[in-house]
């Protein structure tokens, strides 16, 4: 008996968009530590922790979230661990994020001026001092709407959970349209809700962007 | 840990990888040549006076950039089955990353061509040059340049998203590294040896870049400056 | 003498703003016309729409036979008439000095390539930078680049050459040898309009001197006009500006 999409199947789609929730935000809080501990390795001036985080990040930047999905869920329980396949989305997405936030942040980072970096030198204020009180401020800032809008990339790589078994919004969407065989219904329901998600970060994203850019000089190209 | 490490065993399957990559290869130079044609139009068409034009290129940038990869893939593959086109797996996922990158794309390309100030376009109109002929050279082209580590990097990250084709059986390397650990239990190696096989593919990808860019732009090649 | 620019009672307003107020004059064949005035006078206003780089609201622009002010202007055809040349150069950056004068005569006026190279030859030694045709822009002066753009305009052998403010945003050192090339230009008999604040350069070389002022033409004269302003606005004028 084929049954056609119905309430319990929209609620259980739901129930996964409320799981691509919680592991986006367990990505976004444990990468966001560990790429702000990675942002500040690479602009430290201890040439071998610039180096170690330069590494670490070409390394996961150059592998896709798939593989590395694959790496911690298969490889980890071979090991002797076993893990569920929520635990190892978060390694994985964590591990990602870390790099990429990192990344970002770092550029936040060196892009608050010179001059700046010169006047906190000339209140005698000491290394860690000048970048809690003048530099991380500033950076922060800066750092918000390519936050923002990496939060969209987020949402949108816990889809590749679903290909190790944790069941969220895509893999909730493969399971009902494994009992009803209407797959193109099935995802454009899922599509629709991950747009839901992500269209107001990104619109959030552009609007602090350009709230960003009134206060800056216009560029010169002569 | 008690875990013996056996790379043997999986460096044995050296050619099924190969394989896998050259496939992967394929995709990403297809979907990049026509991802970048795609958007290039698209950002035109953005930035083109006429409203439907522009509304419609501009709500498929957003639909595509708001959704997963994954899911587009799953909706291009089953729907086209759906209309009754029975394509095999890799044509259908080289148009859905032709959709995707193309949105991308476009993006990377409309950020470039609002980067030109107007007073170069006065001076182009000034000397009697047409709207194509502005375009081209005083927009397209000088805009390309400026955007071109964006796109290098754009291109990269397709070729890491076409992993996400295995799942609907594209036979790439993701496909294979999932077949080969399945085979000879030992995940760990696998996955490490084909994460090593991408980023030499995105070493390969970016040299490969970097020399088209030498080639094509010769203003960079000549003073190395940015525009 | 033929008449190869004329405005008349040309009202341009942006917005609420109204900048030209009924601005009319004429230029003959070999003239050399120079306007002053203060920013805001719309002296730049008037002179954009001499090459439709502004659309008027009211009145007539004629330019060597072209309607300017009629939607059915051919452009390319009166672009290829009119050469401008900009405060801010716009040399284009991705392009060699010999590409940037070249791009327009290959482009628009289907030159060959050798017959364009010729003209490019010709005209970078007019300005004296004959030595400088493989540079890129961003490795000129300003100065230079302002005398590229200048060649760039000639390369299309126009009727008559108009000049915004060319030298305001030069280095005082460097100003001198732009304007050393517009006087050589004028003395080839090149029909020229020229919106300057070089009061001394104006007084020298343009054959008529035109103050605007609020969106008028004030006060008209040859060079004499500035040492003996008769309106109070071009004396205060005067007496501010040197």
């Known amino acids: 008996m084929q049954t056609s999409f119905n309430i319990h199947h929209l609620y259980f789609l739901l129930n996964g968009m409320a799981w691509t929730l919680a592991l986006s935000l367990i990505a976004f809080i444990g990468g966001g530590i560990a790429g702000f501990a990675v942002a500040l390795c690479r602009v430290s001036p201890v040439a071998a922790v610039r180096w170690s985080a330069t590494a670490y990040v070409q390394l996961v930047q150059g592998i896709p979230l798939l593989i590395l999905m694959f790496m911690t869920y298969f490889g980890l329980s071979i090991a002797g661990w076993t893990l569920s396949a929520l635990v190892a989305a978060g390694i994985a997405m964590t591990i990602y994020v870390s790099a990429y936030l990192g990344e970002i942040w770092r550029g936040c980072i060196e892009a608050v001026a010179r001059t700046q970096w010169e006047a906190a030198e000339c209140l005698a204020l000491s290394r ?57 219904l099935v995802y454009i329901i899922v599509a629709t809700f991950y747009f839901a998600l992500c269209y107001p970060l990104s619109a959030w994203s552009t609007r602090l962007e350009r709230r960003l850019q009134v206060g800056q000089p216009a560029p010169l190209f002569a | 840990m008690s875990y013996q490490f056996d790379f043997s065993r999986v460096l044995q399957e050296f050619p099924l990888f190969l394989q896998g990559a050259w496939l992967t290869i394929q995709l990403s130079l297809v979907a990049t040549a026509m991802g970048f044609a795609i958007g290039s139009l698209c950002a035109i068409g953005r930035r083109s006076g006429v409203k439907p034009v522009s509304l419609a290129c501009g709500l498929y940038v957003e639909l595509i950039r708001n959704t997963p990869l994954l899911v587009q893939i799953f909706l291009v ?41 107007r007073g170069q376009l006065e001076a182009a109109e000034c000397l009697a040059l047409n709207r194509a002929q502005v375009y081209w050279h005083v927009i397209l082209r000088p805009a390309m340049e400026r955007v071109y580590p964006a796109l290098t990097s754009q291109f990269i990250l397709l070729m890491l998203g076409s992993s996400i084709t295995s799942q609907i059986s594209v036979e790439e390397l993701t496909a294979v590294a999932n077949r080969v650990q399945s085979d000879t239990y030992r995940s760990f190696e696998t996955y490490i040896v084909v994460a090593a096989a991408y980023m030499i593919l995105a070493l390969l990808m970016r040299l490969g870049f970097w020399l088209l860019g030498q080639l094509v732009f010769t203003r960079k090649r000549r003073l190395g400056t940015t525009m | 003498m033929s008449t190869v620019v004329e405005l008349r009672d040309v009202h341009k307003r942006f917005g609420a703003n109204s900048v030209l107020k009924g601005v009319s004059f004429e230029v003959s064949k070999g003239q050399v016309i120079a306007i002053i005035g203060r920013s805001g006078s719309g002296k730049s206003t008037a002179l954009r729409c001499i090459d439709r780089l502004e659309i008027v609201d009211r009145g007539e622009i004629i330019v060597c036979g072209h309607r300017v002010h009629s939607p059915d202007i051919n452009l390319r055809k009166l672009r290829t008439d009119v050469g401008i040349v900009f405060q801010s150069y716009n040399l284009f950056p991705h392009l060699t000095v010999e590409q940037n004068i070249m791009l327009a005569p290959c482009a628009a006026k289907r030159l060959s390539k050798a017959d364009a190279k010729a003209i490019c030859e010709r005209v970078l030694r007019q300005v004296g930078l004959a030595e400088k045709s493989q540079a890129y822009p961003e490795q000129l002066s300003g100065g230079q680049q302002q005398r590229v753009a200048i060649a760039r305009s000639l390369a299309m052998e126009p009727q008559v050459m108009l000049f915004d403010e060319v030298t305001s945003a030069l280095d005082p050192q460097l100003t001198g040898e732009v304007l050393k090339v517009i006087e050589e230009l004028a003395a080839t008999g090149m029909t020229m309009v020229l919106v300057t604040h070089e009061m001394a350069f104006a007084a020298k070389v343009a ?13 008209t004269g040859s060079g004499a006009m500035l040492t003996n302003p008769q309106t109070t606005e071009l004396q205060f004028f005067i007496g501010h500006a040197l």
């Not at chain 1, 000048?130 to 750092?143: D, E, G, H, N, T």
């Not at chain 1, 939060?151 to 009902?176: C, D, H, P, W």
């Not at chain 2, 032709?98 to 476009?106: L, P």
């Not at chain 3, 054959?207 to 006060?219: A, K, L, N, S």
């Open chain 3, 207 to 219: 054959d008529v001197v035109i103050f605007m002022h609020e969106g008028r033409v004030w006060e």
């Open chain 2, 77 to 117: 593959y089953f729907g086209l089955s759906s209309i009754g086109w029975k394509v095999p797996a890799m044509y259908a996922a080289v148009i859905a990353l032709v959709i995707n990158v193309g949105a991308y794309t476009s993006e990377i390309m409309r950020a470039g061509m609002d980067s030109i100030h």
């Open chain 1, 128 to 184: 860690t001092q000048r970048m809690r009180l003048v530099i991380l401020p500033q950076a922060l800032r800066i750092a918000t709407p390519p936050t923002v809008g990496f939060m969209v990339q987020i949402v949108k790589n816990t889809s590749l959970a679903s290909i190790v078994g944790f069941v969220e919004l895509a893999r909730a969407g493969q399971v009902v349209n494994n009992s009803i065989f209407q797959p193109f």
